[in-house]
């Protein structure tokens, strides 16, 4: 019996790792479905070193905007989220369930419209605290300040991948997203929202996160990352344009791998 | 004792049947001395003949403890077995963490899908030779570890989706690591990796997205009831102690699943409110800590039994809390909880007298 159960352990780590590579075989097998150059602001290194791990991976940064318009209340039954009209508030405390996330393709878009549009709401938004001190309406510069500084981490800092579309079918989001360079289709998650203005009551749908979001850097591509100047390295309080892009490949099953990196002069 | 009888013992009866004869044994001479009963020489030979005979054949077979003195050493033993495993499989994860940016990814491969198989072999190996059993745990435990590198590890290098079926693989290898050393902490790994992947597989067929399987806790009570069922249907005798591991952990689960849901309504798939769906298990909570009382005093099952002991007391105070923290003066509050484990140590005396009663009539 005991014999056995060895035989049993042997054959489940052998059968557990051919099945691993060859799904890695697969997903890496002729061109990939997506190729995608990205910059340290879509791509970013940890902030800090891990002394107890000398593995390195990016992660990959990506935003929302404006959920309310394109993952609507139509976009959501698409997707089958059960969508409840609470009568009140009150009956919405009372019968509201934890939102639990449904598996999608999730499609972000690179420089894109989102991109454009959030740099358009940071200038006016700056414009307006600029006009709001020219009317004697704001009695000091904080929020200008604030403003500006917003400004310039959207144009400079912040991610330009947005997330503009979700669905359970990858191939009609792939016929529909189809220019190369711009699009990737990542699988992820999404849930449902209510929001309670008043008596205005609506669900939206957000994504909550994405299955593959840290991307590791295999160790031919280490010395370049290893050898960048921190002190260029960009953050919010202190926006620097990237050091670094990176061609990022996704594959059949999207499951993505870092084909080059180049670094900025 | 026949061979065959022998066989079909776990270590734990074998321990148990060693502790009795020696317990015998000094009881006996007690009674001797005080001329209770006397046996004359042939009858004390012929029972000290057998009695030694049968440690014999039980320390050969199972390596036990014979005496006082070799049990506390195998305490010890026990403790740094546990001790060392942990702490070993513990720094197979950290070493190799350490050092595995260093290496190109055909290195990584190499180390992280030889690893389980030298482990394995090892443990095997160690197996045969060691008739005390702590050393294939010690290996059993380092093998897990690495084979759960390997799977982790391999998908973080070549960024593989995440799948609940990591969850079956890694609890069905603890499992059968647990069945070749005996070793119930491997036992209780395996039985979480195989409630965890029937969680995420209901939680999937209901739609959720598996990782989020703990927002549903009511996955998880399926799951605890087909592992509380399992040693009714399949014996696990030869194994020390593993009967009541798969009960007492399947106890837990489903209680700790009932607590949960009796405080967070809104996690339930049903469609009732939340305060509703609260009251209804937090009812289920009290009928079934009542019900495994009831079972394992009829059973025999004392785990069983206070578990469910311990989950009523869980139930009523944190229901008391609910009611009355906010606006009860402190010291009242204490006073109540106080009071009533007095009522419940009468309750339980009142159950223990009884049970003696039947004992003497019986007799």
């Not at chain 2, 590198?149 to 690591?177: E, K, R, T, Y």
């Not at chain 2, 965890?196 to 997205?209: L, N, R, V």
Request: net charge positive; with cysteine; glycine share 6%.
């Amino acid at each position: 019996m005991k014999k056995l159960i060895y035989i049993l352990g042997f054959s489940l780590i052998f059968i557990v790792n051919i099945i691993i590579f060859s799904g890695v075989i697969y997903n890496r097998s002729k061109k990939p479905v997506f190729l995608i150059e990205l910059t340290e602001r879509e791509l970013q290194m940890p902030y800090r070193k891990n002394d107890e791990n000398s593995g390195l991976s990016l992660k990959l940064k990506w935003r929302t905007i404006n959920n309310t318009k394109w993952f609507n209340e139509e976009k959501l039954k698409e997707l089958g989220f059960e969508i409840k009209k609470y009568a009140d508030r009150v009956e919405y405390k009372k019968y509201r369930k934890t939102s639990v996330p449904k598996k999608v393709f999730i499609v972000l878009e690179y420089d894109g419209k989102p991109y454009n549009e959030a740099v358009k709401n940071a200038e006016i938004k700056l414009e307006k605290e600029a006009n709001a001190i020219k009317a004697g309406i704001e009695k000091n510069n904080n929020d200008f300040n604030s403003a500006k500084k917003d400004l310039k981490d959207v144009k400079e800092h912040r991610t330009r991948l947005y997330a503009i579309d979700v669905g359970f079918d990858a191939d009609i989001l792939k016929e529909k997203y189809n220019e190369s360079g711009k699009f990737i289709i990542v699988p992820g998650t999404a849930k449902i929202r209510y929001n309670y203005i008043d008596d205005k009551k609506e669900a939206y749908g957000y994504v909550s996160g994405i299955s593959v979001d840290n991307i590791h850097v295999p160790l031919q591509f280490r010395k370049t990352f290893d050898s960048l100047p921190k002190k260029n390295r960009s953050s919010r309080y202190k926006p620097m344009p990237p050091r670094y892009k990176v061609k990022l490949a996704y594959g059949k099953r999207f499951e993505p791998w870092i084909q080059s990196v180049q670094v900025f002069e | 004792m026949k061979k065959q009888t022998i066989t079909t013992l776990s270590k734990t009866d074998a321990q148990s049947r060693v502790d009795q004869i020696r317990s015998f044994q000094t009881e006996l001479e007690l009674i001797e001395k005080e001329n209770i009963v006397s046996f004359d020489e042939n009858q004390q030979n012929s029972i000290a003949e057998y009695h030694e005979n049968l440690i014999t054949q039980l320390s050969t077979a199972f390596d036990i403890d014979s005496n006082k003195r070799e049990k506390q050493f195998s305490f010890g033993m026990k403790i740094a077995s546990f001790l060392g495993a942990v702490a070993l499989a513990s720094s197979v994860f950290f070493f190799f963490y350490q050092f595995w940016g260093g290496y190109s990814t055909t290195i990584q491969v190499l180390i992280l899908v030889t690893a389980p198989f030298i482990a394995l072999a090892g443990t095997m190996f160690i197996a045969y030779r060691d008739s005390t059993g702590y050393f294939s745990k010690l290996l059993g435990l380092i093998t897990y570890a690495c084979f759960t590198l390997n799977i982790i590890m391999l998908g973080q290098i070549f960024n593989i989706i995440p799948s609940q079926n990591i969850f079956l693989v890694l609890g069905v290898f603890a499992l059968l690591l647990a069945y070749v050393s005996d070793a119930r902490l491997l036992l209780i790994i395996g039985l979480i990796g195989i409630s965890c992947f029937i969680s995420t597989q209901a939680a999937s067929w209901s739609g959720i997205y598996w990782l989020n399987f703990g927002m549903r806790p009511e996955t998880f009570l399926p799951a605890a009831i087909i592992l509380f069922l399992i040693p009714t249907f399949i014996s696990h005798k030869k194994y020390s102690g593993f009967d009541s591991a798969y009960r007492i952990f399947a106890s837990i689960l489903f209680f700790i699943s009932l607590f949960i849901m009796s405080h967070w309504g809104a996690s339930s798939y049903f469609s009732l409110s939340n305060k509703s769906i609260e009251g209804i298990y937090l009812l289920a909570g009290f009928i079934f800590s009542v019900g495994a009382i009831w079972l394992g005093i009829r059973k025999s099952l004392p785990a069983i039994a206070n578990v469910g002991s311990i989950f009523f007391v869980i139930f009523l105070y944190s229901k008391f809390y609910d009611w009355w923290w906010e606006w009860m003066p402190k010291y009242l509050f204490f006073m109540i909880i106080g009071l009533t484990a007095i009522l419940a140590l009468i309750i339980f005396k009142q159950f223990r007298s009884d049970s003696q009663k039947n004992i003497k009539v019986v007799l």
